[in-house]
């Protein structure tokens, strides 16, 4: 079992940013592509952004494309999403997620993905 934590949430204003931080722990994390969901309530999960497990290729949703930055550090088993620009749009429960190794093949939907995380506010105020 690969066990995954995010931090780095909190209240901001619009403009502002933040990053969170995914710590894994229990496998290599650089044996897993990882991703990032929200859900805000009353609405479905959503694709923020993923990565492939060496960190040479993303994929971002078109939405936080140009304000958000997925990263990784394999050395630190430790994944990121830096948030820029941040919107009240933005405001979620943001997920942390871990899917099979693939370095062309990078998955955008909730079933590509084998572990998550138990997610981290964000809340954006106009």
């Known amino acids: 079992q690969l066990q995954l934590v995010e931090s780095g949430g909190g209240l901001v204003q619009a403009g502002d940013s933040l990053r969170l931080s995914c710590g894994t722990s229990g496998r290599a994390f650089s044996n897993y592509n990882m991703g990032w969901f929200r859900q805000a309530p009353g609405k479905e999960r959503e694709f923020v952004a993923a990565?492939?497990?060496?960190?040479?290729?993303?994929l971002y949703a078109d939405s936080v494309k140009g304000r958000f930055t997925i990263s990784r550090v394999n050395a630190k088993s430790t994944g990121y999403l830096q948030m820029d620009s941040l919107k009240p749009e933005d405001t979620a429960v943001y997920y942390c997620?871990?899917?099979?190794?693939?370095?062309?093949?990078?998955?955008?939907?909730?079933?590509?993905?084998?572990?998550w995380g138990q997610g981290t506010q964000v809340t954006v105020s106009s």
């Open positions: 990565i492939s497990w060496g960190g040479s290729r993303t």
């Open positions: 997620t871990a899917g099979p190794r693939s370095t062309y093949s990078i998955s955008s939907y909730p079933a590509g993905y084998e572990y």
